[in-house]
């Protein structure tokens, strides 16, 4: 205990004191390593499985999250193969990948000696019971980045409800110490038990530990210090993009006025307001780097929003169209994009989603992987032989010392002459864009006009690629 | 869920109904099947085994029903064999053997499949988990009557208090839903899972259903038609004999004005009044069959009072007179005894409270299985060819039909004059009687002064063994 508090206290003073010096220093806001890989990794698959997918009902979050389910021995995936949504990921062109260790059910996906509400329970006896452990282990096969996403905020079948065990008085108290303890332990677990993470993705937040919440981010700095932690009410290395479409608006940029995002009445003043305004804009000015993650689930449409598989909603898997649509106002505008895929009862991601998804990497592939010319070292300028029709740029910034370009645009030698044909403010990670005709032209360069430090080009590509 | 509903109407309609008509003709409560091989039984062992026998600390009732352990997986016996248990009960001369599937806890020492909070997730994976299963396996192997306590009241893990989950709201309804199904699939499970069962006993009565408690009782007279139901606000096949001393004060009928016992305020008006005084002694004109038990734990001596092992308990190991004491203040008071014996962390009854039990059999064996006389055709005299000194007594009465004694004295024949030299009032199942000083005679004699129809004396044995 004692050991674990003083552990807290000398990282959380470690990160506080980091952050400040920078501040102090007027610096610009730094990626660490995990938040560089995450605006790198540009686009990842989470998988959402629990007990009510084998339900047989639609999903309703809100009953869901307060309603035991009943028979967890439903739980019977009749050909479970973790490595088969791994390789959907693969198939997506998907660098990263995340499973569900336990979302608001509270049971869990893997053997925890922590939370005996777990898929041991189901006495399967196949060596199958740890699909998180699986899941990680086919990533790493597949060269796949692996994340967890842990659900502590709510748990059905204990009663916690919003980080709180219900009920009152002592019975109340020794609920919470024993929920707050089994969630960090589970943390400890997932941290220790796989290898390199990722991403730890806590659903809604991890809370505040100063409030009773489970106290989280020690144990995940002191295990996992290069993992992405996302998030609690003391710290967010990324940030929710302000909506589940999977895409964010133009500029989003890496940085934030705040440490942490909080959750609900948590949350710092104005992070929740204005239709989640900043959240999707992120700040040019903020003083945290917090690169955002623009979200949504591959089965969305027909005003549909299923993160979890349910019966009869084939048709709202999105069309490849609309799945590009997001690619390019997430990625291209500097987010990272994370579409949820939805394993069924079969234990495998359903053929029709996967095959969407594979049809969704041809057009990527097809729009960004055949420029007209090589990235080149002098980045800056692209010139070709003759003239040639431009249908697309991609254009890329090293962040390593943040995000350092403000305000630039893109200039077009069309016919002996420089014309501006597009401009913008946040470059970031990727900036796409897509000219309303193509332009025919035999030489593109970019024109910095605002920038903090010395800012690098590390990418400049054009397309000639009908989309 | 409707099916259940008929059939638990017809059940209980049923047995209302031959309650009733039993009523309406003035007949003497009888016992069941169920009831009968209760009273014959005379002298069970109960093994309490939890998790909390594992956290090297002094149990505290209050405080562990309320407070969920944090590490299931401290339940590691090094060398667990309930068949030793079994053994122990054997050597006790012990008719039938209990054990707690779960307590307040609510850890299931059984790989439910409706509780997921049980053996199985320890992942022991050594077949051992079924801890239930092998002790009636070996319950029946040893001639041992296997009977099953099953704690529903309390769950510290869920957060079950008194039969309610804490909380408030849908949240709370939907847990109590969960926990009823629960505690009815667990009812179910034990009731179909391990054959027949002498005993099911709900600690502090499986509650009221029509009060939202789970509705056990058709289950088990649906799948135990011959199985004590030890008890809920509907009914008691038995009843606690109003302490936890191993004795019952003399007299002590098999019947009750109620049928049922309740727990708290939800007993009938003068249960629980004057320390217990009605479960004690009965009510000779009660109108419900309703045997009492005599509970007491083997390690009860100094002021412990232990139904679960603890460390350095072992003065409280009750000496093996007062052992006796207690059986001839039970058993040779129409009671049922139950001793509560507590296996330790190595997962077997210790070695020095299955001495003392081997050594408390020794001592009954001694009293009463070398009468003066075999019990004879004449039941109700015995005649010796000679003088003898006779230290003590033991007559039974017939129960098939109901405690049908209800007044008699015992005379002797002494230097040619019959004298009266003790007298009772219930007999029973069992009737001891220690003369102060042993009686010199050559003939004893059962004289009934009162009585309902047809008693019959089935056995009146004479011993001269100084206790």
Redesign the interface.
């Known amino acids: 205990m004692k050991d674990t508090f003083n552990m807290r206290n000398i990282v959380i003073s470690f990160l506080v004191l980091t952050l400040n010096i920078a501040l102090a220093l007027g610096q610009v806001p730094k990626p660490n390593k995990a938040q560089l890989a995450w605006q790198h990794a540009e686009l990842g698959l989470i998988f959402h499985y629990d007990l009510h997918v084998f339900d047989g009902e639609k999903y309703s979050q809100q009953e869901n999250r307060?309603?035991?389910v009943?028979?967890?021995?439903i739980f019977q995936p009749t050909n479970l193969d973790v490595e088969q949504w791994v390789i959907t990921a693969k198939e997506s062109g998907a660098r990263y990948a995340m499973i569900t260790a336990t979302h608001e059910t509270g049971f869990a996906l893997y053997?925890s000696?922590?939370n005996?509400?777990?898929t041991?329970?189901l006495?399967w006896?196949n060596g199958k019971e740890d699909l998180v452990g699986d899941f990680i282990k086919a990533c790493r096969k597949h060269g796949i980045l692996p994340g967890v996403y842990l659900g502590i905020r709510w748990n059905?079948?204990?009663?916690i409800?919003d980080f709180k065990?219900?009920?009152?008085g002592?019975?109340?108290q020794?609920?919470q110490d024993?929920y707050r303890?089994?969630a960090e332990g589970m943390v400890k677990e997932i941290c220790t038990w796989y290898g390199p993470l990722f991403k730890i993705w806590f659903d809604g937040g991890a809370g505040d530990p100063k409030k009773g919440a489970p106290d989280v981010l020690p144990i995940v700095k002191k295990y996992q210090p290069d993992c992405l932690f996302y998030h609690n009410d003391e710290l967010a290395e990324a940030r929710w993009g302000g909506s589940e479409s999977g895409m964010v608006p133009y500029p989003c940029w890496s940085t934030f006025p705040y440490h942490y995002t909080g959750t609900g009445t948590a949350a710092p003043e104005g992070v929740y307001a204005d239709d989640y305004a900043l959240l999707k804009s992120g700040d040019p000015d903020g003083k945290y780097f917090m690169p955002a993650m623009a979200d949504a689930p591959l089965r969305g449409d027909n005003n549909r929003h299923e993160w979890f598989w349910e019966p009869d909603d084939e048709d709202a898997v999105y069309p490849v169209e609309h799945l590009l649509d997001m690619y390019i106002k997430s990625v291209g505008r500097n987010a990272t994009l994370c579409i949820g895929v939805t394993p069924d009862t079969s234990g495998l991601v359903p053929e029709l989603d996967r095959s969407r998804l594979r049809e969704f990497k041809s057009e990527v592939d097809r729009l960004f992987s055949s420029p007209l010319k090589d990235s080149s070292e002098e980045v800056e300028v692209i010139s070709f032989d003759s003239k040639r029709s431009v249908s697309h740029i991609s254009l890329s910034e090293d962040l390593t010392n943040g995000q350092l370009i403000r305000g630039f645009h893109i200039e077009a030698l069309v016919d002996g002459q420089w014309v501006r044909v597009t401009s913008g403010s946040s470059m970031g990670n990727k900036f796409f864009h897509f000219f309303d005709s193509p332009i025919s032209c035999t030489s593109l360069k970019i024109v910095i006009n605002k920038s903090i430090n010395s800012p690098r080009i590390i990418s400049f590509l054009a397309y000639d690629t009908t989309r």
Chains 1, 2 share one sequence.
Do not use: C, E, T, W
């Not at 065990?165 to 009152?168: D, F, Q, V, Y």
């Open positions: 307060i309603a035991p009943h028979d967890i021995h053997p000696k922590v005996p509400y777990n041991r329970a006495g006896g059905s079948f204990l009663g409800h065990a219900i009920g009152s002592q019975q109340q020794y609920r024993y303890k089994m």
